[in-house]
């Protein structure tokens, strides 16, 4: 049975302290409430250990933003997966487009670091996604499974079945333009369809993350074959989380 999850996604927001109190307000906002996904928090770096502490005793998972692909070394500015596990966390997200962008994360490394997270027993939300010149020129899917396959076929059958995947099309991350429903089902079915090719089973987690925000989450997750979300800038305030988890939890879903 398919996992479903939610994950927050604070990217750099947050101050370890004001982190303690946004959690503290979400725990209250969630007390006594009852959801059918895994809900996921990750923080900064700097306020994993202040976050995994307000976790504790709770249902929510800690998760990572990222990795480093050793698990010690020299290598000034980097965290281990063993670090990660070390504080509590059970996830980790791997291959973020701003990792792409921004720090120039080619798919070999994002490799490494999916098998790196895997060794440590944490398990990674892989995202893939187009940019907005892909999806003009109608090549999104062939740029989505270059980054599947590039990950899944470099696992040489192994550990496939412990990767959560997160479409999430460039265009659509902070820019508060979602993918329509109709899209986002579209490629999930599409990454569901690689899956089942590569490995004979559609048992994997596919969730949507770009400009997820209360009043959208229900069309999305009443799509077959969206299992959640991963949510940006939303995550980071707790009212609007919490509206994002109860909107996605609606019966119907």
Known sequence: MRRKIIAGNWKMYLTHSEAVSMIREFKELMRGVKTDYEIVICPPFTSLYFVGEELKGTEFKLGAQNLFYESEGAYTGEISPKMLTALGCSYVIIGHSERRKYFYETDDVILKKVKAAIEA????????????????????????????????????????????????????IGTGVNATPEQAQEMHGFLRDLFKEMFGSDNVTIIYGGSVKPDNIHALTSMPDVDGALVGGASIKAKSFFEIIMNASKEGN
């Not at 187009?130 to 040489?156: H, M, P, S, T, Y």
């Open 121 to 172: 027993g944490l398990t990674p939300i892989l995202c893939v996604g187009e940019n907005l010149e892909d999806r003009n020129k109608g090549i999104e899917k062939d740029v989505v499974r270059k980054q599947f396959e590039a990950v899944f076929g470099g696992l040489g059958g192994k550990d496939f079945d412990k990767i959560v995947i997160a479409y999430e099309p460039v265009w659509a």
